[in-house]
């Protein structure tokens, strides 16, 4: 660059306005394509989960909602979100801590390894589970019923008729595969953006390694935590390809929410289906809601620390 | 004199490396990495001649090749619309641009099932689509056309979160050093904004692909599962896995497992590519 251009430089969008845009109709043309195609792709769908699930009126809607199958099915997906979550949160912040605080041999491969369970089809996670767990599995055939290996477990379990697959454990499993690396995603590359200076400098003025984590640790990644678990709870709750492998499909004992809605759906009970489906489709705006909300905090956050 | 043992790196400050790393390693063994290992463990109980049998079977050829075509078609017309989107998102200012912005990841946020039902209801001959293609002749629904219609919906916001951030930061300098040199506009889109954007693009691409080559809910309640026609990968192996055949199941699992591994692989090359890229022309 010549000492010229540095001396003078106008404000970019004086610049930017005349020589680094498009003529109005071009923009005008772009604009439209992209709106043209998030309607088809995104709008229209929304607006018809909703339209449908009221397609017959208010007393439907909440009769569907308060059948006994759809209420045992939200109780389990529940159930399902409020184990896999704090389990992949107290997983996230460990996995975070480690990585992004200190330095060890295959931090790399650590990284991938947690990045699987995203690149594994929903199918095959649930595959996997009854291949460990299932009556001709890995386990299963420890514990098989004719000649266990394991028999004072095998018999426990007979006793308390205590299932994997086909059962609620299996579900749970199933969604804690699926939601794994969400929390984590998130906290690692926040916690090694903001590097360990802050926690060694409290270290060093005294305060415990608790002490740190409460009140140092935990207030910078407060809103990428808060961020990781909303994902991961929309998930947990909305999975559908693993959960069906390992459920068994019970009515009313082992359908989560999105299993109810195929089990309405195959009865060609449409206005039901969506009427179910009505509820996943609000978690997932509020999801989305409180994601713009959370990124919108950070971002004001972030400025006022840039600015002196 | 400890301090300067500190800064050498000798004694770490911070507590809790065996705890937080011991903890990490025990969960991803105990969620991840021995649950994946049975896949293995069953292969090896099959003969590699009833393993070759299984993979290359009819109808589960049928479904690489529908699962590969419909997720790469899919993932191509994402980048381009994906790419618009970015563009008008970053670049121009219009009416409802943040409700847009937040809407753009609703794919990630509504469950599959859901999405599944609302496209294949959409798209039926009843429809408010479908009903408007069905006098043109064309069907979606039971189609292999409605496999890509779910596949393009589900990989929408990759492009658009890869490539916005990208355009964000692209610096107003290089353009306009391009056009002060007698450059069009057309000519600078395409010889400098493009080439900086490609690593994100193929990142965004790639992604896509993954996501949809494993995609299952979204699929099944517009395809129709019709053998050999409309049965993806995930399909085939949920079929043995209903007739309880879970060496079958497992043995096509294998080849998907080996493609989604090979491709994590490439997506973090791209992604090394992408950050490299950045430090380097943005700095």
Known sequence: MTPAATTFRPPHSVVARHTTSEPPLVRRA???IALVFLSLFLFLPLVFVFTQAFAKGLGFYFETLRDPNAWSAIKLTLIAAAIAVPLNCVFGVCAAWAIAKFDFPGKNILLTLIDLPF??????????????????????????????????????????????????????????????PFVARELIPLMQAQGRSEEEAARVLGASGWQTFWRVTLPNIKWGLIYGVILCNARAMGEFGAVSVVSGKIRGQTNTIPLH????????????????????AFLALITLGLKTWVEHKNATRNETELSP | ??????????????????????FTLFYLSLIVLIPLAAVFWKTSTLTWPQFWHTITMPTAMASYRLTFGASFLAALVNAVFGLIVAWVL????????????????????????VAGITLAALYSKT???????????????????????????????????????????????LEEAASSL?????????????????PALLTGFALAFARALGEYGSVIFIAGNIPMKTQITPVVIMGELDMFDYGKATAIAVVMLVVSFMLLLTINVLQWWTNRFNTNHLA
């Open chain 2, 182 to 198: 007698g450059a069009s506009r057309w000519q600078v889109f395409w010889r400098v904004i493009l080439p900086m954007l490609t």
């Open chain 2, 1 to 22: 004199m400890a301090i300067k043992r500190i800064q050498a790196g000798k004694i770490r400050v911070l507590p809790g490396f065996k705890l937080t790393l011991g």
């Open chain 2, 90 to 113: 970053v670049r121009y200012e219009f009416f409802g641009k943040k409700i847009v912005d937040a809407l753009v990841d609703l794919p990630f946020a509504l469950p599959t099932a």
């Open chain 1, 119 to 180: 690149s594994v089809s929903p199918v095959i996670a649930g595959l996997i589970y009854v291949l460990v767990f299932g009556a001709q599995g890995w386990l299963g055939l420890y514990l098989n019923a004719d000649h266990p290996q394991l028999p004072g477990l095998a018999n426990w379990l007979n006793d308390h008729n205590f299932k994997i697959i086909f059962a609620v454990p299996g579900i749970v499993l199933a969604t804690i595969f699926v939601t794994f």
């Open chain 1, 30 to 32: 772009l604009i439209g």
């Open chain 2, 127 to 173: 429809g408010w689509i479908g009903q408007l293609l069905e006098p043109l002749g064309i069907k979606i629904a039971n189609t292999q056309l409605g496999i890509f219609i779910a596949l393009t919906f589900i990989g929408l916001p990759f492009i658009v979160r890869t490539v916005q951030p990208i355009l964000e930061d692209l610096d107003p300098e």
């Open chain 1, 261 to 280: 809605i195929e089990a309405l759906y195959d009865d060609y009970n449409f206005t039901g289906a969506f009427a179910v489906a009505s509820l996943l």
